[in-house]
């Protein structure tokens, strides 16, 4: 598999676009994926893909084809970047709205976050 959806720090013009962006192919498109996207109060999201309250409710974001070279190194450096080695987020798959299987960081557990939902689903829009 090599697409990765994005909706948090990792998107353009946020503070870990760095560490994603050069392993992409393209500028990525515009996506979503049924879930509920959280903020943490630490800035940066927590999103869920299983389990929603609600299959209506969508995280927004964007979905990028990773370079076939470099996939498995991209992942490796992403799973330390977003600390699914500690298990802060794990990486799963989904399939977005667009129809790509992708892997995305999905928020684990940490009962010392307090987590508020981000109405409409998209971490750039948030209030």
Do not use: C
């Not at 909706?7 to 560490?19: C, D, I, S």
């Not at 609600?54 to 977003?82: N, P």
Request: glycine share 12%.
């Amino acid at each position: 598999m090599s697409h990765l959806f994005v909706y948090g720090t990792l998107r353009p013009g946020e503070v870990r676009w760095k560490f994603l962006e050069p392993f992409v192919v393209d500028g990525g498109a515009d996506d979503a994926v049924t879930g509920e996207l959280s903020d943490t109060g630490l800035g940066y999201p927590a999103a869920r893909f299983d389990g929603a309250p609600d299959d209506q409710l969508r995280v927004r974001g964007r979905t990028y084809e990773l370079i076939e070279e470099s996939v498995e190194q991209a992942l490796h450096e992403l799973d330390l970047v977003e600390g699914a080695v500690r298990g802060l987020y794990q990486r799963t798959r989904v399939r977005t709205e667009n129809g790509h299987d992708a892997w995305v960081y999905q928020f684990g557990t940490d009962p010392d976050i307090q987590l508020r939902r981000i109405a409409g689903g998209d971490w750039l829009a948030r209030d």
